[in-house]
Every structure is written in C-alpha cells, then in structure tokens.
C-alpha cells in the first residue's frame, strides 16, 4: 500500500512535441517527493496526444487520444507503475476520443468526455469504466452533464471530478460522480475563471487543485482548487510561475506536481505546490523533452485513499 510521499512516483506520458519530433510514446517518471529531473520509464503501444490518464496503486493508464494515425484512438494501455518497461494492450474504448479526462479510486478508473474522431469532431458526454485489475473493454458508465473535452480532473475514494473544459466554448463548469456506482455526473460549482486544456489535475483526496489551462482569450498561472468532499465553488490557491495550458499532473497525500505544456511555446518544466496549504508553485525539475497534452497518473493520487 503506498500511502506516503517516499513510495510516490509519478507518470508523464505521451504528448506532442510538435513542431519538433511530433507525437511520442515516451514514458516518463519522478519520485514526487524528492527533487530532480524525470527518468525514461519506456513506451507507450502507440503515440497518443491528448490521452485520458488515470491510476491505481499497482497500475498506471492512458484511454484514447490523438496518434499520428488517426484523430481520435480506442486503445486503452497500461503500465505497472513500481517497475519501468514498456506499455501493454488493456482494451478497447467503446468510443474513439481524444482530450478525455481520467479519474480512479483503487479499483476503477473512469475517463469521460473528449472529442469524436468523427469529422468536425465534436465533445462527447459519454462516460466509461474500467476495472484496472483485469483487461477488458471499457463499460458505460452514464453522461456528463454537458458534452465537453480537455477537462481537468481529481478523485477521491469516492468522487470523481471534471473541472472546466471547452462545452462549445470554454466554460468554468465542475461536475461530479460517485465513482463506485454507475450514472451521470451532478453539477458541483463554479472554478474561479473558465479553465480548459488541462489534461489532468491533482488532489490529496480532500482537495483537487487546477494548476493553469486556458481562460479564453489567453492562458493562465492561476492555480485554484475546491474540496471534493461538499460542492461549491473553487477558491484562489495561489500562481505558476508563468500562464500554462496541456500539462499532465501527478500527486501524492502532500505534493502536486505538473509537466510539460504550452505557452504557446512548449515547456519540459516541471513544478509543485503543497496541496494542504496555498501558495505560488516551486520548480521541480526538468522533463527529458518538452511536450504538450501528456497523460499524467501517479500511485499516491487522492483517489487511492
């Protein structure tokens, strides 16, 4: 059981380095609770842009995404997070998408909204499920309130939450569900600013923080947050250290950690905040190449208890 910061590693995985490389599959991994630049973990099956990421303590996943094959990808892989190597086939999505957002408690994973592979490639509302012990395809699970894509997300053992994202325009919306049961999402409040291109989130299981994303007409260092466990309103946190959208986040019970992004120009930054106070976020270290719209998990999350 990893229930402390010293086990806590964190995954960066996928994105886009476009204008450089392009897509990549590259995995990527840092021990949260020190210091220091991340470490190649290995490959993903395939090279998704935009995947939805999510995680339990033994297991770290991507769901969907872009890949220099096709718009959207139902290919849902996974790795054991304690080791290094490379990604392993899961299932199959029941819908092709990309820009999903991932949430977990130990035992499910859930990933929700994303953009249609099918032309002009409009957000979709559909929610699914996973059972991360096993392999299979993924199981419907409800609708989100509104269709909607590049959300942010945070969980804990018994909530999921999607936070902002583009519902045909940018929005400041945050929906919920109860991640061991099956339905639709509720409405749970409003961020501080409308907030999407997040790819992820990250929470201590009693509050989920939004680091950046973009708040139309530009990107944003805000960093805000709510507690999971009442509804309301997001609260000022404090600011990154320049306006970000696309990063990927991994958290344990005490740190946040956020990699990569745009600015527009891309970033191989990684920084972190103490989720139990407030306060600007501190640097981290370094990704081995700058990248954008990654997938990020950890084995600490909040959802994990």
Not at 254 to 279: K, N, Q, S, V, W
């Amino acid at each position: 059981m990893v229930n402390n910061n010293f086990g806590a590693r964190g995954l960066i995985m996928g994105g886009i380095t476009y204008p450089g490389a392009g897509y990549v599959n590259t995995i990527e991994f840092i021990q949260i609770a020190t210091l220091g630049n991340s470490v190649d973990f290995g490959d993903l099956t395939n090279k998704p842009n935009g995947g939805a990421g999510f995680s339990s303590k033994i297991r770290g996943f991507v769901a969907g995404g872009n890949t220099p094959e096709g718009y959207g990808i139902n290919v849902i892989q996974f790795v054991t997070i304690a080791t290094t190597g490379n990604a392993t086939d899961f299932g199959d999505i029941g819908y092709t998408r990309s820009n999903g957002a991932g949430v977990s408690n130990n035992t499910r994973g859930v990933y929700s909204g994303g953009e249609s592979a099918s032309s002009p490639n409009p957000s979709l509302n559909n929610i699914e499920f996973v059972t991360m012990s096993t392999t299979g395809d993924g199981q419907d699970f409800g609708d989100l309130i509104d269709a909607a894509s590049t959300m942010h997300s945070a969980s804990s053992p018994t909530r999921g939450l999607y936070l902002g994202g583009y519902r045909d325009g940018d929005v400041n919306f945050i929906d919920f569900l109860t991640i061991s049961t099956t339905g639709n999402t509720q409405d749970f409040g409003d961020l501080v600013n409308t907030a999407r291109n997040g790819n992820g989130g990250v929470s201590n299981g009693h509050r989920g923080i939004v680091m950046g994303g973009y708040s139309s007409p530009a990107r944003t260092n805000t960093i805000q947050y709510v507690t999971i466990q009442s509804t309301g309103n997001a609260q000022e946190f404090g600011d990154l250290s320049g306006s970000r959208s696309s990063s990927g986040g991994a958290s344990s019970p005490t740190r946040g950690c956020f990699g990569g992004g745009r600015t527009p120009t891309l970033l191989d930054t990684i920084e972190y905040i103490a989720i139990a106070t407030e306060g600007n976020a501190v640097d981290f270290g370094n990704l081995t190449v700058a990248r954008a719209n990654v997938a990020g998990c950890s084995n600490a999350h909040g959802g994990l208890g």
